[in-house]
């Protein structure tokens, strides 16, 4: 036993990278809202990438350490705390055993992740242990985390995990948990701005919108309503008009579509989106923007910027070297570890 959930948080679930290549059977590819955080909690702590983690979303949970254990928490700043003292995000964190994990209110984003040595161990489901709610299958029971829920951490650790706790165990004093001195660079990290402004591809259909609509889509501001979940960001705005009314036949959704349905007011698929749509689609969210949109609460308001696929390829390349370049620095930081350095 690793972690006990004294009070779960408005919506806590186990998430990895999602169920690939199921769609066809109707199955929705899932996992995490914001894969570069989860990502990069996974490294900081020397597990594989796709290793699940729980997503906290908003008000998070309250969590009972029951073993030592190295942490990391990374996106959304959601007031951690061990012990009622502060604690850092983008870092590895080695707590006592015994210690209590608790979150508060957000204050910048709203979707945190938190990576635990190993990963968390709960079933693999079609190649994925993502938790699909509406589905009642993956991560924990189908479920999002409830009040005297247990969750156990992977036992195959990796090397680099062994070594931070081996490293950090050491350092430890009186303290309820102790961390590095080293962090994420600001070259990797999303800015978790309110307001964003969200960069975007032309849909199939967006020749088919009135010249108006496509004027106010990339001009004025559209709110995300209430109404949004994992599903789909509902947006409330302008109303956008189409030439001439189409039939269209369904087809794949990816994450970050934007459709229009008979009202309008345009709908973002998210993570767990359906896996075919038939309504027009006037733009796909660049990936590199995806971080920031799974940040954006209810209430905020999007701008929208057209660029051109070349452009979203590049960024998204770039993006990837620089995270490629953190694994290359974690990995020194551990050997450093290992071989005795401060």
Known sequence: MTLKVIDPGLSTSVQDLGRIGFQQYGVVVGGVMDEIAARIANVLIGNKEEDAVLELTLMGPTLLIQKDIVISICGADLSAKIDRVPIPLWKPIFVKEGSILHFGRPQKGCRAYLAIAGGIDVSM?????????????????????????????????????????DYLGRKISSNPFHTVHWTVSSKIKPMYDKNPEIHFIKGPQFDQFSVKSKQKFVTEHYQVTSKSDRMGYRLSGTALELTSQVELLSEAVTMGTIQVPNDGQPIILMADRQTIGGYPKIGCVASIDFPVLAQVMPGEKLTFKEITINEAQRLLIEREHAFSELRSGISLAIRRMKNGAN
Not at 138 to 162: M, W
């Open 125 to 165: 489901i079609m190649g994925s242990r993502s938790t699909y709610v509406r589905g009642g299958f993956g991560g924990y029971q189908g479920r999002a985390l409830q009040e005297g829920d247990v969750l156990n951490q992977n036992p195959h650790k990796s090397k680099k995990t062994t070594c931070l706790m």
